[in-house]
T-cell receptor, first 115, second 112 residues
Framework: EPEVTQTPSHQVTQMGQEVILRCVPI?????FYWYRQILGQKVEFLVS????????KSEIFDDQFSVERPDGSNFTLKIRSTKLEDSAMYFC?????????????FGDGTRLSIL | KQEVTQIPAALSVPEGENLVLNCSFT??????LQWFRQDPGKGLTSLLL?????REQTSGRLNASLDKSSGRSTLYIAASQPGDSATYLC???????????FGQGTELSVKP
């Protein structure tokens, strides 16, 4: 069964450094999402992306965050200047159509640790 | 405010029991509700999606129901097995906004 893949599985970065989290969504999917889960807390929405532009973003997704679909297969989340509070599990998800009608499928996540 | 709540936070049952996990949401204007399973340190596995026009969905030993008017959904697991041990998350796709809103999850432990 097709799946969403994320790399790396674990990223350790010094505070203030830039980090890029990578995702390969399911090939025929058109909608892409990033969520995060701080340890012990709920999964939180960050951003949705469709047709090469951001559809919606949360309050968390401020100017230090950006997303990109650099080619036909990858979807990336960049954090420009990491903070301690950015430490979390970051999940990429994709759906075939808008999430109103089709389920979102999640990857296994990237655990980001900021030192 | 759009919120999703899951009760209980944790549940421990002996193998073979049927069990029910609960999810409530604050706004009945939803497109759909999705149940996920999360194993420790792993991603989210989609179990069932219920559209707002549906009352229930079934997959194997799992049955999810939706009562939009009361803002509730239940996930019924029949004949539980130790392999069902995981955290179960409920997430709602509200009409307002293009995102899933998650509950905090129910951590299920099925004892052999």
């Amino acid at each position: 069964e097709p799946e969403v893949t994320q790399t790396p599985s674990h990223q350790v970065t010094q505070m203030g450094q830039e980090v890029i989290l990578r995702c390969v969504p399911i090939s025929n999917h058109l909608y892409f999402y990033w969520y995060r889960q701080i340890l012990g807390q709920k999964v939180e929405f960050l951003v949705s992306f469709y047709n090469n532009e951001i559809s919606e973003k949360s309050e968390i997704f401020d100017d230090q965050f950006s997303v990109e679909r650099p080619d036909g297969s990858n979807f990336t989340l960049k954090i420009r200047s990491t903070k301690l509070e950015d430490s979390a599990m970051y999940f990429c998800a994709s759906s075939e159509e808008t999430g109103r009608r089709q389920p979102q499928h999640f990857g296994d996540g990237t655990r980001l640790s900021i030192l | 405010k759009q919120e999703v709540t899951q009760i209980p936070a944790a549940l421990s049952v002996p193998e073979g029991e049927n069990l029910v996990l609960n999810c409530s949401f604050t706004d009945s204007a939803i497109y759909n509700l999705q149940w996920f399973r999360q194993d420790p340190g792993k991603g989210l596995t989609s179990l069932l999606l219920i559209q707002s026009s549906q009352r229930e969905q079934t997959s194997g030993r799992l049955n999810a129901s939706l009562d939009k008017s009361s803002g509730r959904s239940t996930l019924y697991i029949a004949a539980s097995q130790p392999g069902d041990s995981a955290t179960y998350l409920c997430a709602v796709f509200y009409n307002q906004g293009g995102k899933l809103i998650f509950g905090q999850g129910t951590e299920l432990s099925v004892k052999p």
